[in-house]
């Protein structure tokens, strides 16, 4: 399992940004997939999921409106796109895979690629 | 909003048992997930459904679940076992994914 982010960069306030994570290794069409972000200094924060067929998307409160999740399974893709930045949202961003055992799906995060940091400052 | 809480950090000397807990109200009804994470990684899982231990994990990683708290126990802490542990679960309504404030253990 293979999981590679990139897209993040230095974005003024108020800018947008869009990450990837290129899945390899494993059915990508068949797991949930996460987005989790960590600041600098602080613990985890659980940003976004998204269901196998991309039918059903979720959102941390203090992202919703702003970011969009999709994915997109015949080039096993991820995505986050990322608007109306703000200077909390600078964080080094995880993208993460669901499991599948003993017959049934769940999407807590389980392999994790190494992450790409997105800083938002003028 | 929905918050899972953890002590900031636990101290073991090598050899000796660590636990780390993780307290939550929605804790009876939803499974835990441990993560460690050592200083500039990403995260790994350790624990998932409350007390499975993923292929490759160390046996004397386990984990357990009663009422309102998780916890992970750690056996015979090595020095590589110094990290960064966070909880993870959901809300009774399934609907917001949380992570636990982080504990850091120190092995020495």
């Known amino acids: 399992v293979q999981l590679v982010e990139s897209g993040g960069g230095l974005v003024q306030p108020g800018g947008s940004l869009r990450l990837s994570c290129a899945a390899s290794?494993?059915?990508?069409?068949?797991?949930?997939m996460n987005w989790v972000r960590q600041a600098p200094g602080k613990g985890l924060e659980w940003v976004a999921d998204i269901k196998e067929d991309g039918s059903e998307k979720n959102f941390v409160d203090s992202v919703k409106g702003r970011f969009t999740i999709s994915r997109d399974n015949a080039k096993n893709s991820l995505y986050l796109q990322m608007n109306s930045l703000r200077a909390e949202d600078t964080a080094v961003y995880f993208c993460?895979?669901?499991?599948?055992?003993?017959?049934?799906?769940?999407?807590?995060?389980?392999?994790w690629g190494q992450g790409t940091l997105v800083t938002v400052s003028s | 909003s929905y918050e899972l809480t953890q002590a900031p950090s636990v101290s073991v000397s090598p050899g000796q048992t660590a636990r780390i807990t993780c307290s939550g109200d929605a804790l009876p009804k939803k499974y835990a997930y441990w993560y460690q994470q050592k200083s500039g990684q990403a995260p790994v899982l350790v624990i998932y459904e409350d007390s499975k231990r993923p292929s490759g994990i160390p046996e004397r990683f386990s984990g357990s679940s009663s009422g309102t708290m998780a916890t992970l126990t750690i056996s015979g802490a090595q020095v590589e076992d110094e990290a960064d542990y966070y909880c993870y679960s959901t809300d009774s309504s399934g609907n917001h994914r949380v992570f636990g404030g982080g504990t850091k253990l120190t092995v020495l």
């Open positions: 290794g494993f059915t990508f069409s068949s797991y949930w």
């Open positions: 993460a895979s669901g499991y599948c055992s003993g017959g049934s799906c769940s999407r807590a995060p389980t392999n």
